[in-house]
C-alpha cells in the first residue's frame, strides 16, 4: 500500500499539510490551489472526525492520525459529532461504538443520513463481532476492535481512503466522459454523440420493430448574420435557438449540434409523419420567435430549413439515414429555405 507522506504548504492564510503522493502525478500547487473547487478540496489530505467517550483514546487517536498528515477533529459524544458532521465536510468518522447518548451505530445511520458519502468506521469491543456485523450490515466502511493496534488502525483508515478515492477518481472519470460527449457552447450532444445515439436508437427501432426518425436543420442565411452582427451576437443566437428547441422537443428527443449553425434532433418511436409535423412546429417556433438582429435577414425574421429521414421507410443504418436527411435538408435549401422537406 503507498503510504502518504505530507509537505509543507503555506497559502498565506495557514498551513496545509498536501499529501505528497498528489505530487508525483505532475500537478503543481498552483492546480491544487487553482479554481477547480472540486478537486482541490479532493486532493487535501483526509478530514477525519473521531468520536469517543474517553478523552485518551481520541489523544491517542489525534497523535496517531496527524502523524501521517491526516487532518482530524474529535468529538467526544455522537451529538457533539452530529452537530460537526452538518457543520463542515469529513471524509471519514472513527466512532466507538459504546457511547452514552447516542451511540457509534446511530452516528453511523445519522451521520450518512446528513452525508451519504461520508465513510463511518466503527470501533467495538474485543468480544462483540456481532455489533461489528451489524455495523457493516448498517453501511460502516470497516470496524476496528479494542484493544486497538497502531499499525492496524493506519492500515484499516489508508485502505478506507484509498477505495474512497478510486471511488472519487471513477466518478470524476464519469464527470469528463460525459462532458466530451457535450457541445461546449450549447450543452447539447456533440457530433460524435449524436452518431453514437443514432446508432443505438437504429438497432433498438430494428430490435423493437418501431420507426426513428432524424431531423437535421440548419439556419437560413446565418453567414449575414454573422456578418452584420459579429461572431459572438451570433454564437448568442447559437445559443437561444438551442434553448427553443429544448424547449419545442419531446422529453425524449435527443438534440444535437452538428456542427456550425446545423442541429439535429434523433427522435425515436417516430413515423414519417409524426416527424414532419415536429419539423414544422420547431421551424413556425423559430420564425415566431423575435431573436435579436432579425431586422436586417431576409423577410426580417430568423428561419431554419429542415430534412427529414425516417427508419426503416427510407434506410436501413445510421450512415444512409444521415445521407437522406442531408438530401433533405439541402433540397428545402435550394427550394427557397424556411421549409421542411422529406427524404
Ligand atoms: P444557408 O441558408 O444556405 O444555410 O446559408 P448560411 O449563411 O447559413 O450557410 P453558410 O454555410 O454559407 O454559412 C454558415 C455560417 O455559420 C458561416 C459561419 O461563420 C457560421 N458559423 C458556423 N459556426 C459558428 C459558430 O460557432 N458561431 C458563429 N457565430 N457562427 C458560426
Ligand atoms: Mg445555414
Ligand atoms: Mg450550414
Keep these: 500500500m503507498k503510504k502518504l507522506g505530507t509537505r509543507e504548504v503555506t497559502t498565506g492564510r495557514e498551513n496545509i499539510s498536501v499529501a505528497s503522493n498528489m505530487l508525483a502525478t505532475g500537478d503543481n500547487y498552483s492546480n491544487i490551489f487553482g479554481t477547480h473547487d472540486k478537486v482541490e478540496l479532493a486532493r487535501l489530505p483526509a478530514r477525519i472526525l473521531v468520536v469517543d467517550d474517553e478523552e485518551i483514546i481520541l489523544d491517542l487517536f489525534r497523535e496517531v492520525l496527524e ?56 470501533i467495538t469491543g474485543y468480544a462483540s463481532v456481532e455489533t461489528a456485523v451489524k455495523a457493516m450490515r448498517l453501511g460502516a466502511a470497516d470496524y476496528l476492535t479494542k484493544p486497538l493496534n497502531n499499525e492496524l488502525i ?39 454523440a449524436l452518431h453514437n445515439l443514432l446508432e443505438a436508437e437504429v438497432a433498438r427501432a430494428e430490435r423493437h420493430g418501431h420507426s426513428v426518425s432524424l431531423l437535421m436543420l440548419d439556419i437560413d442565411h446565418f453567414k449575414q448574420y454573422n456578418d452584420t452582427y459579429g461572431h459572438p451576437a451570433g454564437d448568442a443566437l447559437l445559443k437561444e435557438l438551442t434553448g427553443l428547441l429544448k424547449g419545442s422537443c419531446r422529453f425524449y428527443d435527443l ?77 428545402a435549401k435550394s427550394s427557397g429555405r424556411n421549409k421542411t422537406c422529406v427524404a
Excluded at 483508515?157 to 457541445?183: C, F, G, M, N
Excluded at 456550425?260 to 420564425?287: D, H, M, N, W, Y
Aim: proline share 3%; glycine share 6%; with cysteine.
Design 255 to 331: 438534440i444535437a449540434r452538428y456542427g456550425g449553425e446545423e442541429f439535429s434532433v434523433i427522435a425515436p418511436e417516430t413515423s414519417k409523419a409524426e416527424a414532419v409535423l415536429l419539423g414544422k412546429r420547431l421551424s413556425e417556433a423559430v420564425e415566431k420567435t423575435r431573436f435579436s438582429g432579425r431586422g436586417t435577414m431576409p423577410k426580417s425574421r430568423i428561419t431554419i430549413s429542415v430534412g427529414i429521414a425516417t427508419y426503416p421507410v427510407d434506410a436501413h443504418n445510421k450512415e444512409a439515414l444521415v445521407i437522406k436527411a442531408d438530401q433533405a435538408l439541402y433540397r
Design 67 to 122: 502523524a501521517e498528515g491526516y487532518r482530524v477533529w474529535t468529538a467526544c459524544n455522537g451529538e457533539e459529532a452530529i452537530e460537526k458532521v452538518k457543520t463542515m465536510p469529513f471524509d471519514l468518522i472513527l466512532s466507538d461504538i459504546k457511547m452514552p447518548g447516542i451511540d457509534g451505530l446511530e452516528l453511523l445511520e445519522r451521520g450518512k443520513e446528513i452525508d451519504p458519502e461520508i465513510d463511518v468506521i466503527i
Design 154 to 192: 493506519k492500515i484499516i483508515i489508508a485502505k478506507t481512503l484509498e477505495k474512497r478515492e478510486v471511488q472519487r477518481v471513477a466518478k470524476e472519470a464519469q464527470y469528463y466522459k460525459e462532458l466530451s460527449r457535450l457541445d461546449s457552447m450549447t450543452g447539447l450532444f456533440n457530433h460524435q
